[in-house]
């Protein structure tokens, strides 16, 4: 009831997932070294303060300050844990949001251009950066940062955006095909 909703449930019954991945880890780094610097700053303090009654609550204070950090550093891991990227034959969206569940999502036919970006941490660590530009507009997935494997990904959405329709069509024929020889149930 509470947890947010799986990215497959926006599917509809005629779309075929092509790809289904979650932000690299990386994305959480600077959330990391962050949250760690700050409990270091905040034991060193600690430490440092005289053991006198007056510095008691300087010391509380240092500590709920860590717990918040804590607490602050684990909503954002939980964020990064929820947040799905998700591409099907027909669109790509991104669903988010621990509190609040958003769904951003573009037709893939409403794609023009695609770019992917690497820098050098990005190929030491594997990730990449999607660029997807549409008709001359601004769309909310025009830029996909922290994306595991983006060489797989890009070259997903130009198979489905600028390949042969008609040779998509006859796979995702035989995938069905296939579903039926194994029993498994076929969507329509």
Same mark, same amino acid.
């Given at each position: ?10 599917? /509809?019954?005629? !779309?075929?997932?092509? #790809? ?7 994305? /959480?780094?600077?959330? =990391? =070294? *962050?949250?760690?610097? /700050? =409990? ?16 008691? #609550? ?8 860590? /717990? ?10 939980? !964020? ?5 990227? @998700? @591409? ?11 509190? *609040? ?6 037709? #893939? ?12 941490? +990005? ?12 008709? +001359? ?13 983006? !060489? !797989? @990904? ?32 076929? @969507?329509?």
């Amino acid at each position: 009831m509470f947890a947010p909703r799986d990215p497959d449930e926006y599917l /509809l019954p005629t !779309e075929r997932r092509v #790809i289904r991945v979650r932000r690299h880890w990386s994305s /959480l780094l600077w959330d =990391l =070294l *962050e949250a760690g610097a /700050l =409990l270091a700053g905040a034991m060193m303090i600690s430490y440092l303060l005289p053991d006198s009654a007056g510095i008691m #609550i300087i010391q509380n204070i240092l500590w709920y300050a860590s /717990l918040f950090v804590l607490l602050r550093l684990a909503y954002f891991v939980m !964020e990064w844990w929820v947040e799905r990227i @998700v @591409v099907t034959d027909k669109r790509f969206m991104i669903s988010s949001g621990v509190f *609040e569940t958003k769904v951003a999502m573009m037709p #893939i036919s409403k794609v023009t251009d695609l770019t992917y970006e690497r820098s050098v941490l +990005g190929r030491m660590f594997g990730f990449g950066t999607l660029v997807v530009e549409s008709a +001359g507009q601004i769309q909310a997935l025009n830029r996909i940062e922290y994306l595991p494997n983006p !060489e !797989e @990904v890009y070259d997903a959405i130009s198979e489905l955006t600028f390949g042969d329709k008609k040779a998509q069509a006859e796979r995702f024929s035989m995938i069905k095909a296939q579903r039926a020889a194994r029993g498994k149930k076929m @969507v329509p």
